[in-house]
C-alpha cells in the first residue's frame, strides 16, 4: 500500500496545486475528477481547475490582503499561480483571467507530466490508510460527503451555509458602542454592543425590506431553516421582528446613557486576539453593495470596515478547527489530507494556498516523518492557525474565511508611528509576512 499513488479527490483549483505540487516533488499522483460522467449543477464544463463564479483573483500588491498571499505564494512555489499570470486579462489591479486558456494550461500541464494520472471517474471511497487529499469543493459528491461524515463525524460537517459579514474591531465608533455580555452574564465582557434608537431602526428595517437580494442557484434549496433566516426575511415578517429576534435590547443597559436602548445588535469575536468580530444573526442573501450600505446606518458601524460580507449558499465544508490538524491532515486518520473550500477556506487564491499547503505538508511527513508548519506571521500561515485552531468559548461557531488582514499578528510600529495609520499597519504586516515566509523556505 506504501507504494500506492498518492490519491487526489477533486480537480479544482485546490486538488490541480496538490497534483502539480507533489508531482513535481516526484511523487506518482493519482487526481480524480468526476466530471463530467458526473456533473454537478454549479459547473458547465469538463474541465480542470474551472472556475464556478467570478474570473478574478482578487487584487494584486501588498495593500490587499489577496494581493500579499499571491507575493507569498510566489515565494512559496504555487504551481498554479504562473498559469494564472499566463492567462492574465486587463482588469486594473485586479488578477482576472481567461477562464478557458486558464483550464488548457493547467490540463496540459498536468498531461506533460509522466507521475500523473487522471481519472474521469467518481472516486466513491477514502481509504485511510491511504496517502489522500481530499479537495472535493463546495459541490462534494454525495459518497465523498458521506465518506468524511464517517471519518470526522456527521455532527463536523456543514452542508448549507449560513454567513455572517465579519468587521473589524478598530474600525468600529467606540462611542457609540460598549462591550458587555448580556445581562452582565460570565466573567467577561465578551460582546461588542450596538445601539439603535427608533428612528435609525426603523430606517434599518425599511432599507433591509427595500434591499435588492441575490436570488439562489438552481441547486440551491428554496425554503430556508426557520432558525437560520436572513435578516432581511426576519424584517419582512414586520418591523418588531428583529427587535424580538438578533437586534433585541433585553438585557443590554448602555453605560453611556443609563438606560436601554430601542434595539442593540451584538458583535462576536472571531477570533481570540479580538481584531475581527462577527455581526449576530445577521446571515443574509443581499447584494454585497446594500450590506455595507445598510449596516452603515447602524452609527458604530458607519465606518467599520468589511473583511466578510453576509452570504447563504450550498456549501461542503468540515468544522476545522476541531478535526483539522495544522498540517491539514485530519487528527483522527493522518494520512488524509484535506484542501480547499472544503476546510472552510473561501475564494480562489485560498485554494491555490491550500492546495498547496497540504501537498507540501504531505510531501515533508513522507520524505521527512514530520510536517514543517508555516509561521502565523505570514498571511497563509495565520489563515491556516484561524481554520486549525480550536475556537474559545465566546466564539463557538465555525464559519469559513479567507485572507484578511484582521488575521494577522499585530505589528510593532516604529517609535513616534500613529497606530491608526492603516497604510503603514498593512505595510508592515507585508513586509513582516514576507520575510518569514522566505525564511521558512529558506529552511525547507
Known sequence: MENE?????????????????????????????MRPSVSTPAHSTPHLAELVCSNSFKGLGLASAHGLAKEELAILGSSLLPLAFQARVPAGESLAIDREKFSELVESTLTALPN???????????????????????????????????????????????????????????DSCWKANRWNKGDGADFINCPLDRPTYEAFIAGLVEADRVEPKPFEPKELFEGCLPIEEMARRGV??????????????????????????????????????????????????????????????????FIRLGSMHRNSFVESP????????????????????????????????????????????????QSRLLPASCALGSLIQFLTTPRADHAPDFQPM????????????????????????????????????????AQV
Open 116 to 174: 500523473v494520472t487522471i481519472r474521469r471517474e467518481e472516486a466513491k471511497s477514502i481509504d485511510p490508510e491511504r496517502w489522500t487529499i481530499v479537495a472535493a469543493g463546495p459541490l462534494a459528491s454525495e459518497a465523498i460527503h458521506a465518506q468524511l461524515a464517517l471519518l470526522v463525524g456527521s455532527s463536523r460537517m456543514s452542508f448549507f451555509d449560513a454567513i455572517a459579514p465579519i468587521v473589524t474591531s478598530e474600525s468600529l465608533d467606540w
Open 322 to 369: 476541531a478535526v483539522l490538524s495544522q498540517d491539514f491532515s485530519l487528527r483522527a486518520h493522518p494520512k488524509v489530507f484535506l484542501a480547499g473550500q472544503i476546510t472552510g477556506a473561501e475564494g480562489y487564491t485560498e485554494a491555490l494556498a491550500t492546495g498547496w499547503y497540504a501537498a507540501t505538508q504531505m510531501g515533508l511527513r513522507i520524505r521527512t516523518g
Open 5 to 33: 499513488p498518492i490519491q487526489i479527490i477533486g480537480g479544482g483549483l485546490a486538488g490541480c496545486e496538490a497534483a502539480l505540487t507533489l508531482a513535481r516533488a516526484g511523487h506518482h499522483v493519482e487526481l480524480w475528477e
Open 240 to 305: 418588531e421582528t428583529l427587535r424580538h429576534g438578533p437586534l433585541r435590547p433585553i438585557g443590554l443597559d448602555n453605560p453611556k446613557t443609563g438606560r436601554r436602548p430601542w434595539a442593540a445588535l451584538q458583535l462576536r469575536a472571531e477570533n481570540d486576539s479580538g481584531t475581527l468580530y462577527n455581526l449576530v444573526g445577521c446571515q443574509t442573501r443581499l447584494k454585497w453593495g446594500e450590506q455595507k450600505r445598510l449596516f452603515a446606518m447602524i452609527p458604530a458601524l458607519a465606518n467599520a470596515e
Open 402 to 441: 479567507n485572507m484578511n488582514f484582521g488575521l494577522l499578528p499585530e505589528p510593532v510600529f516604529p517609535e513616534g508611528a500613529r497606530k491608526k495609520d492603516k497604510g503603514l499597519r498593512k505595510k508592515l504586516q507585508g513586509d513582516g509576512a514576507l520575510e518569514a515566509a522566505r525564511a521558512w523556505k
